[in-house]
Structures are given as C-alpha cells and as structure tokens.
T-cell receptor, first 116, second 116 residues
C-alpha cells in the first residue's frame, strides 16, 4: 500500500513564476491536508480538503495560494507569482476519514520549493 | 488556542545511551491526542509514537516511550539504546477532538545528535 506521494520533491522557481505541488493520498484516504514548514520551524497548517471540497483554508495566505482536490487525480497546491518568502517545505498528509477521532495522519515526503 | 512548546532546540547523546526530549502543551480540552514525529535528514516526516489523553498508560513503541503527565501537560519522549539512525529533528504535535480537530499543532522541534 503506497504511502502519501508528493511531487515534485524539489522545485526551483524564479520570482513571479507559478509553483504547482501535487499530492496523491494513501489508497482509501479521502481527506488531504497541506502543511508548510519554514526553515528551523515546525509545520503550520494551511488547508484541509475532501474530494471536491475545501473544508478549512484558514491557514492559507489570502492571496496567491490556492488548493484543490478534484474528484479524479491528485490534490494540487498552487502558488502564483512566487516570492522568496514562499521558499519552504510543503507537506501533504492524508487520513481515511474524520469520524474516528484521533485517527493518525500520514505524511508524504514533502516538496521543497526554492524561489530564486 | 492550543500551543506546543519544545524547550530544547538541540540535544546530544552518546550512542547506546538514553535520552529524553521534552514537550509541554497548553489546552483547555480534556480529550486530545499527542504525537511525536521524527524528521531525519531525508526530511520525511515519520510518526514515532502517539498517546491518547484518556489513556493513563504511557505509550511504548520498541525503544521509544513517553512520559505523559496530563495534569502537568507534559509529554516527553524517551529513546533508549540510542542508535545513529535516531539522529533527526523530533517534533511534538497536538491534535484536539473539538474545534478544528483535524489540525495538528506543532512544536518548533528538537534536533537530536547521536555521538558515536
């Protein structure tokens, strides 16, 4: 059973370009979460999605950032017009469903975005 | 709002010895979950151990065990017989069971160095 798959692992973008990060959850998981990790810090919640629905995007910057989890295909975190401050590791995680409190969230290996 | 504090930015231990990493948290909830995650140089986020707050028994996973003190809101991780492969960043995380119970709240991490 493959784990949470993220790609690309490493992405370099020039300021002003767009970055697209993809995440395929574990098989059977319908909940996806995106977290951001800045250097020397812990992870910060960005957004929680279910298929075709954004449940909570309270951790997403108001501008330039968007996320989707379509009916078919991976979840996409999109960053438009990237700036140097967007350089970070972006982790995707998934879980089977929310009904069982405390069900463990499984993380992907992260995508490292570097803005030059 | 819940917070998680790891007061040790860095710890070192001799190979084969025991080390304890500290974590304290603040919450008004009575039911919640606590996790320790390991992030090795590969930067993958790996679940080490989890503890349900309603359980009095401390969780154990092979060489890893926790000392969960609910009243003191303390959740330390003990690593016995330290191995070179244990070298990593260790993050403590909290997950509630009410409002926004899908979010993990993270500490800033402790860098663990294993001396051969």
């Amino acid at each position: 059973n493959a784990g949470v798959m993220q790609n690309p692992r490493h992405l370099v973008r020039r300021r002003g370009q767009e970055a697209r990060l993809r995440c395929s959850p574990m098989k059977g998981h319908s909940h996806v979460y995106w977290y951001r990790q800045l250097p020397e810090e812990g992870l910060k919640f960005m957004v929680y999605l279910q298929k075709e629905n954004i449940i909570d995007e309270s951790g997403m910057p108001k501008e330039r950032f968007s996320a989707e989890f379509p009916k078919e295909g991976p979840s996409i975190l999109r960053i438009q017009q990237v700036v140097r401050g967007d350089s970070a590791a972006y982790f995707c995680a998934s879980s089977p469903r929310l009904g069982i409190s405390g069900n463990t969230i499984y993380f992907g290996e992260g995508s490292w975005l570097t803005v030059v | 709002a819940q917070t998680v504090t790891q007061s040790q930015p860095e710890m070192s231990v001799q190979e084969a010895e025991t080390v304890t990493l500290s974590c304290t948290y603040d919450t008004s909830e009575s039911d919640y979950y606590l996790f320790w995650y390991k992030q090795p140089p590969s930067r993958q986020m790996i679940l080490v151990i989890r503890q349900e707050a309603y359980k009095q028994q401390n969780a154990t996973e092979n060489r890893f065990s926790v000392n969960f003190q609910k009243a003191a809101k303390s959740f330390s991780l003990k690593i016995s017989d330290s191995q070179l492969g244990d070298a990593a960043m260790y993050f403590c995380a909290y997950k509630g069971t009410v409002d926004s119970n899908y979010q993990l709240i993270w500490g800033a991490g402790t860098k663990l160095i294993i001396k051969p």
